[in-house]
């Protein structure tokens, strides 16, 4: 779980990180390069069997731990622990999960399948270049309901990083205190940083902001 | 704090045995004393059961000092209660105000099954400390106490780490019914001291090989067993344990 959460936590910086071109105020030019570029180039491809893999390494995991541990107290308790002692998300890492597995299923319908399989209109500025960012405009704009599925699923990730990103850590072996305080640290930030700029995109396209 | 004396519910779970059923019983106990113990409240309670002519409450304690680890009981919801850092023969009357409905159920987790009433058995605890929990010694006279030098850092989180009863909070109180505090606070306190040097990789692989056999889930890092510990163990000894486990994994000549 640990290994494949911090790989898909770089990957979340990479993602951000591209994504964040649809501000660059040119039409989304910059942005269809950088989304050519991921898509022409053999580096970029090749993390992509990457990525899916482990997507599908920490989903697998993640939904056997959950039924495996779920399946340790056949017999509960009458009157629960509730938060005495634990965050809520802490404990709802499978619910979380699952929230972001769904959204992720809608994200890959909306961009990842006309990219690859389905197709899109050229870009024009190059021909050659597909216009990832109309399709973003096509998908946002005027949408309120796939504007809110976007900012829930960015607000489910934010939970799930809050537990995830320290968790990771502390599986791996991490018991040092001066270096534990600055991984929770850095990802209590990464946790809101990080899914505010992803919930902020299709705000954007919705309020006319790009 | 000033004396007081209350009238309280109890909603108590029974279970004849391993194999019954099992359900809550209501009772009201009268003239409870703020300074009694928790178990000297149940002392009252089982008088008062045999002199009806009734089957006592079946209960695990044994020093009533909080060091031996014996008791248990889950109440309101917390293992030992709402205080902190406490086990239950610790926790006071005190604690309770009159007309307070309590709610007494035992350890919750397969790797504990249920004995009777409240009493459950935690003999795998013992299965995990016999795969591992033990130093190799030479025999003969006596070493000298400071023949080894320790490091007074190491020493220090090596006794913190011992300090654990092996009373099963942890378990208790984890959504996975995890041992890996317990677990980890053996491992840690034998892996710190050069004393546990010679065993440490086997050590941590045994344990947690038999932690798995008796059937305890995994840490996911909630930090639940850490809060409700009478012992404050703290949960960096897992994440010691983590390194330990996968070290010796990787190091290891067996297997």
């Given at each position: 779980m640990s290994l494949t959460g911090i790989f898909l936590i770089l990957f979340l910086i990479v993602h951000v990180g591209l994504n964040a071109c649809i501000w660059a105020?040119?039409?989304?030019?910059?942005?269809?390069?950088?989304?050519?570029?991921?898509?022409?180039?053999?580096?970029p491809r090749i993390l992509e069997i990457g990525l899916f893999a482990g997507f599908l390494l920490h989903i697998i995991q993640g939904f056997a731990l959950e039924f495996q541990n779920r399946a340790k107290r056949k017999q509960g308790y009458a009157v629960a622990m509730g938060n005495k002692g634990s965050k809520w998300y802490s404990r709802s890492m499978g619910l979380l999960g699952t929230l972001i597995l769904?959204?992720?299923?809608?994200?890959?319908?909306h961009f990842w399948v006309p990219s690859r399989i389905t197709g899109l209109p050229e870009a024009a500025y190059n021909p050659n270049h597909h216009d990832l960012f109309s399709e973003m405009v096509k998908v946002f704009e005027g949408n309120l309901l796939v504007v809110i599925l976007y900012v829930?699923?960015?607000?489910?990730?934010a939970w799930h990083l809050l537990h995830g990103f320290q968790s990771a850590f502390r599986t791996l072996g991490l018991t040092n205190h001066k270096?534990?305080?600055?991984?929770?640290?850095?990802?209590?930030?990464?946790?809101?940083?990080?899914?505010?700029?992803?919930?902020m995109m299709p705000i954007s396209f919705y309020a006319g902001w790009v | 704090m000033e004396h007081y004396t209350m009238n309280l519910t109890l909603k108590v779970w029974r279970q004849k045995n391993a194999?019954?059923?099992?359900?809550?019983?209501?009772?009201?106990?009268?003239?409870?004393?703020?300074?009694?113990?928790?178990?000297?409240?149940?002392?009252?309670?089982?008088?008062?059961?045999?002199?009806?002519?009734?089957?006592?409450?079946?209960?695990?304690?044994?020093?009533?000092?909080?060091?031996c680890g014996m008791c248990s009981m889950y109440i309101n919801g917390r293992p030992h209660g709402p205080w902190e850092a406490n086990t239950t023969c610790q926790l006071h009357m005190?604690?309770?105000?009159?007309?307070?409905?309590?709610?007494?159920?035992?350890?919750?987790?397969?790797?504990?099954?249920?004995?009777?009433?409240?009493?459950?058995?935690?003999?795998?605890?013992?299965?995990?400390?016999q795969a591992g929990g033990y130093i190799s010694v030479n025999t003969?006279?006596?070493?000298?106490?400071?023949?080894?030098?320790?490091?007074?850092?190491?020493?220090?989180?090596?006794?913190?780490?011992?300090?654990?009863?092996?009373?099963?909070?942890?378990?208790?109180?984890?959504?996975?019914?995890?041992?890996?505090?317990?677990v980890s606070a053996k491992v840690s306190h034998l892996a710190l001291l050069p004393q546990g040097a010679p065993e440490r990789r086997t050590r941590a692989l045994n344990m947690v090989a038999q932690m798995d056999k008796e059937g305890f889930g995994s840490c996911t890092n909630t930090g639940a067993c850490e809060a409700v510990c009478p012992?404050?163990?703290?949960?960096?000894?897992?994440?010691?344990?983590?390194?330990?486990?996968?070290?010796?994994g990787l190091l290891s000549s067996n297997k």
């Open positions: 105020n040119d039409g989304g030019e910059m942005f269809n390069k950088a989304a050519h570029f991921m898509g022409a180039n053999v580096v769904l959204f992720l299923i809608m994200h890959i319908a829930l699923g960015c607000i489910s990730l270096y534990i305080g600055m991984i929770s640290a850095l990802g209590t930030g990464f946790s809101i940083i990080v899914p505010l700029a992803f919930a | 194999t019954s059923q099992g359900s809550f019983e209501t009772y009201q106990v009268r003239n409870i004393s703020s300074e009694m113990s928790f178990l000297e409240m149940f002392d009252v309670l089982n008088e008062e059961l045999i002199h009806e002519g009734k089957e006592p409450i079946a209960f695990d304690h044994d020093c009533r000092e909080g060091i005190r604690a309770f105000k009159d007309g307070d409905t309590i709610v007494v159920e035992p350890w919750r987790a397969n790797a504990f099954p249920v004995i009777k009433d409240l009493t459950v058995d935690r003999s795998a605890f013992d299965r995990i400390i003969g006279s006596p070493v000298d106490a400071n023949a080894i030098p320790v490091e007074k850092e190491k020493a220090d989180m090596a006794f913190a780490a011992a300090a654990c009863i092996g009373c099963g909070a942890c378990v208790a109180a984890c959504k996975n019914s995890s041992a890996l505090l317990f012992k404050e163990i703290s949960i960096t000894n897992i994440a010691r344990l983590n390194s330990e486990f996968t070290l010796a």
